[in-house]
Nanobody
């Protein structure tokens, strides 16, 4: 069984930075896509950024130029570096990891940006 452990969330002032991590553990072989989603109160969950196993990335327009997704395949970990944070970035951030054909979700980590 795969477990995803997220870390790095917290409270930060507007303009600040945070780095989220999501580490996959368990017995498995081969991680495919890794993504970060977020869900703000009263809103639908939305894709923030994704990275394939070959390193190709994509970003939501709202975070382009401010957020960077990366992965360490040796550590089975995906990161989200978030710079120039805005109050509208406040949400619960979830990691999403595809292993084989199965989608795995993390429990989420809260990011709060104060104005």
């Amino acid at each position: 069984q795969v477990q995803l452990v997220e870390s790095g969330g917290g409270l930060v002032q507007a303009g600040g930075s945070l780095r989220l991590s999501c580490a996959a553990s368990g017995r498995f072989f081969g991680i495919n896509d890794m993504r970060w989603y977020r869900q703000a109160p009263g809103k639908q969950r939305e894709l923030v950024a994704g990275i394939t196993n070959s390193g190709s990335t994509n970003y939501a327009d709202s975070v382009k130029g401010r957020f960077t997704i990366s992965r360490d395949n040796d550590k089975n970990t995906v990161y989200l570096q978030m710079n120039s944070l805005k109050p509208e970035d406040t949400a619960v951030y979830y990691c999403y990891v595809v292993i084989g054909w199965r989608v795995n979700w993390g429990r989420g980590t809260q990011v709060t940006v104060s104005s």
